[in-house]
């Protein structure tokens, strides 16, 4: 619409702009100067909490999550997941997809293996880390336990 000269402004509503981007940094303790920074001068983990509270403020019933807490220092990592648990404990699905196997089985229901693109077991989180790591490496007979 710019380069039809058209301003954009008119066609937003600057007042809820501002009140949901104000609520998402009180609401997810996103810090920043003030509502009016942009997204690319935030750390990383403040840009993963905007992103996250963004998905959930918008009401989404299902949220996928592609390693959520990947470069994040620890506590930034623990916000992270306990914004996703809280979501999945309010009825929500959340579709995890993280090489990291701690994360997977503290914030999953299943886990789903896949190797070459195919998946070769879901298994309950609780499953040994040995059998988890046979599946990952295409081990379809997994019967061993240690």
Request: glycine letters at 8%.
């Amino acid at each position: 619409l710019r380069w039809l000269s058209i301003d954009i402004k008119v066609f937003r509503n600057e007042k809820e702009i501002d009140k949901f981007c104000n609520d998402a940094i009180e609401k997810f303790n996103i810090v920043v100067p003030n509502g009016y920074t942009l997204a690319n001068n935030l750390s990383g983990g403040n840009l993963q909490k905007l992103m996250l509270a963004r998905e959930i403020m918008r009401g989404t019933t299902v949220l996928i999550a592609s390693q959520p807490t990947r470069g994040l220092d620890v506590g930034a990592a623990e916000y992270v997941r306990t914004c996703l648990l809280k979501h999945k404990e309010r009825g929500n699905a959340i579709l995890l997809i993280s090489e990291d196997l701690d994360e997977l089985k503290m914030l999953s229901d299943r886990i789903a293996v896949m190797y070459e693109g195919e998946i070769l077991g879901i298994l309950p989180p609780d499953t040994n880390m040995y059998k988890i790591g046979l599946l990952m490496g295409g081990t379809r007979n997994t019967s061993r336990e240690t």
